[in-house]
């Protein structure tokens, strides 16, 4: 976790003190369980709402000793109980407290993610309305290819990010279980009524069959999600940072008073907060291998998960976090210049028509072959020479004889290119 | 690829015969589409169908020169269909036809996989239940803990194969997009309809929106899900790999007449199968973080993807098929040793009836700390002397000052721990 | 291996024939070793490099059999030499003879890529002599900074794969090892001589202690190595990728004739190379994890890595091979645009020089934040209106209060950016 | 960082009090070697060394309104050292503070590295020492091959991490580089002379040509290297789980009064620490690729490198020498079972003899593929049977024409196994 890029909702979530307070919930609504079942007394599990409790610091000192931390929470919780914590814990293993919380961990993280979403989503679309219908070229492989608008590319975020969501979604339910299972996994020294119980009072569906563990591929699939969102993130990050290139100059990040683009250059104003989101991309993206790796326990159980988990855990959910936060925010007040949109597209002496012109030819009856000639020897005069593209076509016989002027003219029309943008925003938007 | 870690019909798919296949029925069907648009002759639609054919060397002699798959491609086409040939393509990217033909791809992989997936859980149930109810210890850590059934081993295998195939069934949708939208993805130059009927030929749905390409958010959410898959085959891979150990020997790959261990040693019968699969899982899983990076493609498009994918498409398919059949046969003709399952367990002198013990203790009104200190205080005696458990319980006085020679035995009961198998297998296999 | 990334010299090294062949060199020179020591008949080791032979059908359907190679090919062997074939092989492990041999495939490997970036090397030499006073502007987070030279760039990236040659250099020798020291290693049944011999004969050191195998971290090295270098390759595909941008054009890829850049946009000359290039990084790359992962094999060894290497080995060797191959070429036919240089650089009216106009003024006696001021108040009026930076310097009095009208132009001579390309030259090319 | 998982020196490393106190050195050493050149005053440099001081909540604050870290320290410095400091950082840019910071980290991480690694070589080379012949069973496959002794198993591990340490020093050498060479690496307003006089009171080299910034192949290598030693890690952790496993028991980690194995079994001892470090080799491995994903920076620098370096500078530094130190301390206390080794040895009933067999047949005028069909028909028996392996061979007639008893008995000899021990000690540590 680096403090710079993480917020305190979700960096509190992965605090000692939100785990030991999952943890007494795990084992309250446990007892719970197992006091209607009869297996412990009522006043037991009375006792341990009434007077469970723990202190950070106490369970520090325990666990220096034992070397086991369950053992060491147990152990300050019956300091506050008294006697009846005797009852506390019985059947259970620590995995069913350690990852039955993790699991309410992630399920939490994940419903601060899907609301950074959210709130990302809503970005996208009012920029993609705001800039709906500003014409800009779409460029393929840097060059410059055929109009389309801000607009549409904003759009295309957030279709790509409503999949994000759901993708989310899916990755939160795979990992919303609950395992009170005992030892290794078979209910011998606990009813499966108890994970019931506790799964239902925690939001989350009981284990179907863990072992000692809840399995790992369900964390690895939360891991590469998030990584698959992260990946977006960057592609987002990595256009802005295109536009905002000085020779482009079409859309730039918010630049406040006071602040400083370079210690030595003051007229500097960097795309820096995508760069940052770009660099983010990448931390959020390396948990997946290690997430991956962790599926293949040994047996019922080995612990080398752990340690992976206490990394990437809040590593991973606090980073992406911050970054769905800033990217939102990046959004909101980016500033866009249409007027540079425009200057930039008309650069190539109308060359991004050349397909249009290449389609009226054929469609005129030349053949597909004759009319990517006539189109490329003309274009590349534009490309060598600056000239005009439509003159151009204008003055070559070949051309002519197929297309009149007046159809030469209408070849170069830019609302012929967006004439779709509502079926496209319709399709993304709904409506 | 690997030859010896491939199989025919998904090594086909990835054939040149097979993607310029799939490229003609795009390009046809569209042709017919843009026929009934009236855009081109229904004639010409006609011809493409009619006349329409491929040959590879003389599509690859045209790349030579032109350094261009689609126009490669498009001209051969011509070349069988004639004249009518300039009306195919119109409107098109060459995208259109890539992505699209990738998606078609990646779908019959799925689709594949999916079989092989069936085929697995097929084999896991059968096993399942016809070892539900031979017991073997569970092991923690490496170390011996309570007892489980090799059936269960089996379902919790059958639980994570069919999570897995239902993540497989949400990439397979994720990937299942067709794209004919033109240059920039703006239907500038053909209209919607044309995407919608190829969509639908092709059992695809309509790509809400694309750039000039397909985004790769899709992509990298479906190898990433192969990522997943591939570390639960690692599981039980490592799984099987352990307990055919030397000194385990509870299960065992089935071992081929003629087939030879060691070039040196002839006694020997290794699990390289399972071992050949864990290095095929690190393979499939590889593919992950380049089909992440892949998704920040520059504005529109930029094409350095295509390789990535030219690797990795067929790659990961490709062993992820080999490794699922060849899991699906080891597991179908693994050769399990009960006897030894019961012999492992009892090595311990009982020790993994501890828990037993303590919980019992502390029923009886002994404190969890005391019940834990009696409890380890035999078990380091049997660990470190390899006394019988429940003899060294019944010669302590504090411990029988508790509970009875007869409760003590009660404790070490085998039945206790698989009363439970039952609940088990209806929560995995529904029956 | 994917054919069109791929070169004749690199992929025959990974073919059976060059496999097989290394094997027989490995086994006859091994039976020398062992005549020597009087293990086995001096004619017998004679009997193998005289009628010693293999075919790859037969040593292919004797393996299915036996399903183990090495037994496959020492059977094959002796269907050529005969009887005295029982010699053969004696003492050893199949590792060492699969382990020595891909460890000669590896060096080999290596040997090809120094060749590589010899050429490399060269090829950016040259163009960085040819372009060293091709003055162009720096950039920093995608903005304009202050003046570069065009040989600079290319100097950067000379001493960057000089720094990779030396790696390479470096991770040779990590793989250039030879194990014979039997099943476990511990040459119970063969004498250190004859490793000795055979590293000798094979230009290779012998391993110093082997278990079964040769450890894996040097594998792991080693393909972390060419992950390295492939990143490398991809900074310099991107710097192009953005020097080729439409707005920017500082330098283009050689576009052929026949050429076709797009199926619907003939005007298109796109980065097509470096795009290739940058996806090919990913897929050298992605090779690092699991040669590491290779690395904790079971004991004195497991097969796991086997697979691994079966597809890594070649995929990144011949990848990388190819990729610095086309960077070569792609440096050796660039089109360099000094003209496109200085166009651009002259685009923000001087604020590239905001800088000196800063130091000029803390030199002058104003303070430093005082000094920030100023220049940040007059770049933001260029920045946002267009203005001629020195020009309004000259008309700012609190400028001209500590700098005179000469002493600000003199600010603006573009050689005070140049003066150190010699000794930059000089430090990286030592002339 | 995980602080379970750090100590504190290579922590304190990483903290603002060291980040800060390294910049103001960069900065006062810059100072002299300006004053030297008579581009600033003595005077000024004296005063920097004299007052100069920061601090850190200060500098926090600051950076809230410019949103620039070298800006904020020096606006901080400026407020102690007076009006001189207007001459402090002259001709430089942030990235030659930043990134000669950062290797100056780097270099004294990889100084605390290698001391851990010294630590360890000294651990593994007594325990080789200590159990130099101790026998047991080398296992290939898991399964039983020959013998071994344990001494060689930790010579292996001491020749793998003294490989290990010689790449780190190559790696220490990578990214022990200085530069201060102005906005884009020119030299334009900074004097070559200050980045030696810097780089040599720093202990570094000047970096011979950077853009902005040092390169950062440098950094990608370095953390490659560490990914490679996290791989060594991994497999000797392995290998001791492999050991303490119930059935095996050969060797164990220390297991301290008071500590607990299990909340629920009191009998357990797990091999928790090496599982440990299984999972903390995954976490520092994770850093590899983007480290190498920062390689390709854009232009002369982008900063998308900065946010991945925060994190993973630090940690995978931190977690690198955790493991290490917990690797050394696991293998110092390790409890060794000698007896255990020989009884496993002893349980296929002399199999392990086989291949000798094998040899000492064809040595007899056995022809290889008979002599391998007459052990395994032996071995075979013995697999299943549990039979005495010598026994059966005395009794194969066929063995027996070429075989006497007494040849037989003395192919049974485990001395036969261990007569290179001093050899490959010798190999490994050169005495």
């Not at 709130?119 to 996208?124: I, P």
């Not at 795979?174 to 119980?197: K, R």
């Not at 790796?293 to 809040?314: K, Q």
Request: net charge negative; proline share 3%; with cysteine.
């Amino acid at each position: 976790m680096i403090p710079r890029y993480s917020r305190p909702e979700m960096t509190a979530l992965w605090e000692p003190e939100s785990k030991f307070r999952i943890w007494f919930e795990i084992e309250a609504h446990a007892c719970d369980a197992q006091a209607e079942l009869g297996v412990i007394p009522k006043e037991a599990a009375k006792a341990v709402w009434d007077r469970g409790n723990f202190e950070i610091d106490r369970i520090d000192e325990i666990e220096r000793e034992t070397k086991h931390d369950v053992i060491a929470f147990l152990t300050n919780l019956q300091e506050y109980v008294g006697d009846e914590a005797r009852f506390v814990h019985q059947g259970m293993t620590s995995s069913d407290v350690l990852d039955t919380c993790l699991n309410v961990q992630l399920t939490k993280a994940a419903d601060i993610l899907l609301k950074d979403m959210d709130d990302l989503l809503a970005a996208l679309k009012k920029k993609a309305y705001d800039h709906k219908d500003d014409v800009c070229v779409g460029r393929s492989h840097g060059i410059h290819a055929e109009p389309v608008t801000f607009g549409l590319k904003m759009a295309q975020a957030y279709a790509e990010f409503a999949r994000n969501r759901e993708r989310l979604v899916n990755a939160r339910k795979d990992i919303a279980t609950c395992a009170i299972s005992g030892a290794v996994g078979t209910f011998a020294n606990i009813d499966p009524y108890v994970e019931e119980h506790v799964a239902k009072k925690l939001g989350l569906e009981p284990e179907p069959i863990s072992t000692q563990v809840i399995p790992r591929d369900r964390h690895a699939m939360f891991f590469a999600t998030l990584g698959v969102i992260a990946s977006s993130i960057e592609r987002i990050a990595v256009e802005i940072r295109h536009l905002q290139r000085t020779e482009v100059l079409e859309a730039e990040e918010y630049f406040s008073k006071g602040q400083k683009g370079s210690s030595a250059m003051p007229h500097k104003r960097n795309p820096v907060l995508t760069e940052n989101l770009t660099g983010l991309a990448r931390l959020v993206r390396m948990a997946t291998i290690p997430a991956m790796e962790n599926v293949a326990l040994w047996h019922e159980r080995d612990i080398s998960h752990s340690s992976v988990e206490r990394g990437i855990g809040p590593d991973a959910t606090i980073t992406l976090d911050f970054a769905l936060a800033r990217l939102t925010s990046v959004i909101e007040k980016l500033v866009v210049y249409p007027d540079n949109m425009l200057n930039n597209m008309n650069k190539l002496g109308g060359l991004i028509h050349s397909q249009r012109v290449l389609l009226a030819l054929t469609q005129a009856g030349v053949s597909r072959e004759d009319a990517y000639r006539l189109v490329q020897r003309n274009a590349m005069v534009v490309w060598r020479e600056g000239a005009d593209f439509m003159e151009l076509l204008k003055n070559d016989e070949e051309v002519t004889n197929a297309l009149s002027h007046e159809k030469i003219e209408g070849v170069f029309d830019l609302e012929y290119h967006t004439k779709h943008v509502d079926t496209l925003f319709k399709r993304v938007f709904g409506e």
